[in-house]
């Protein structure tokens, strides 16, 4: 599927691929260069590939996000960021934090494309436990702050069902890409 859409930049979240792996991933996949963020054991790992005639320069990264500025030839530049929130629920506001560190760190228009954990509102959620209003408001207020806005996706509403995990693709299901 990367092949078809013939991307420029692809970023992976929960990858729990080893470097060996990811590079041999950026070379399967066509890509000229990878900056790979080692998993935690069975968990975490994220990874942005790019294509060597995509300009895009790291600014910073961690576990939980990956930052960069892209710049295309004749249009002004533009900055990506992959973010993935920390799973566990009692650490949701360090990840609020970074966000909002991020933002104040460039005022270039922003993609922020990944996993947050989080809904905007009980619509996005299926079944069980009605969801707190307080971690949806939280999140929320982030986005805000941050003058982010969520762009929607197409596809399944949801990326698991009967406990198994669905794919995630930006065409297609990504768990929320927003943009200032």
């Not at 986005?143 to 197409?154: F, I, P, S, T, V």
Request: glycine letters at 8%; proline letters at 4%; a neutral charge.
């Amino acid at each position: 599927m990367v092949r078809s859409k013939g991307l420029a930049v692809l970023f992976l979240m929960e990858t729990k691929r080893s470097i060996t792996e990811m590079l041999k991933l950026c070379y399967d996949l066509n890509f000229q260069s990878v900056l790979a963020i080692l998993s935690d054991g069975q968990s975490g790992g994220l990874g942005l590939l790019w294509k060597a005639e995509c300009d895009l320069h790291i600014q910073t990264f961690s576990p939980h996000h990956i930052d960069a500025h892209i710049m295309v030839k004749d249009e002004p530049p533009w900055r990506l960021t992959g973010f993935y929130r920390r799973p566990e629920g009692h650490r949701k506001h360090e990840s609020w934090r970074l966000l909002r560190h991020l933002h104040a760190r460039a005022s270039l228009p922003w993609v922020c494309l990944g996993d947050y954990n989080e809904i905007l509102n009980s619509g996005e959620k299926q079944g069980g436990i009605p969801k707190a209003l307080t971690p949806m408001l939280a999140f929320k207020e982030t986005l805000l702050h941050c003058g982010l806005e969520d762009l929607g996706y197409h596809g399944y509403p949801f990326t698991w069902h009967n406990g198994r995990s669905g794919e995630a693709f930006v065409e297609l299901r990504l768990d929320r890409a927003c943009v200032c």
